[in-house]
């Protein structure tokens, strides 16, 4: 990973859930790791974790930050409290999207999304927030 990474500006791995690859240091020198988790308590619970384990571990790791995916209406204020509660930097809410579930549904790939989704309204927002 080392020597492919040492190739890019930047670069974005999709990691599966979990934290192995924190506890193991798999992946190192990261800049900003984004925890993307579901709508839970628990979820929340594990991306406290996540940034527990980094300290511990005195990863080499900038700035840690959570988007909450599938939000709704209704759970969106606790959403926020909770994060502010686990000390967590919340800098983004995906909402649940119709439109999303409509293409999954059909099979249709993501990728052919339309700009006016409120999924991927939020996503711009939060390249925009990380500056990328």
């Known amino acids: 990973m080392d020597k492919l990474i040492a190739n890019y500006d930047i670069v974005i791995i999709d990691a599966e859930a979990g934290l192995e690859h924190f506890s193991r240091k798999i992946i190192r020198d990261i800049d900003e790791l984004i925890v993307v988790t579901d709508a839970s308590r628990r979820g929340f619970r594990t991306a406290e974790r996540i940034h527990e384990l980094v300290d511990e571990l005195d990863s080499n790791i900038g700035r840690i930050h959570v988007i909450a ?29 119709p439109k999303i579930e409509e293409m999954d549904i059909k099979g249709i790939p993501l990728f052919q999304i339309s700009d006016d989704s409120v999924a991927a309204v939020e996503i711009e927002n939060i390249i925009k927030k990380l500056g990328l």
């Not at 599938?70 to 809410?93: C, F, H, P, Q, Y």
Request: hydrophobic content about 40%; cysteine-free; overall charge neutral.
């Open 69 to 97: 995916n599938k939000v709704t209406d209704t759970n969106r204020e606790k959403l926020v409290k909770l994060a502010e509660d686990l000390k967590l930097s919340m800098i983004g809410m995906i909402p649940l999207d």
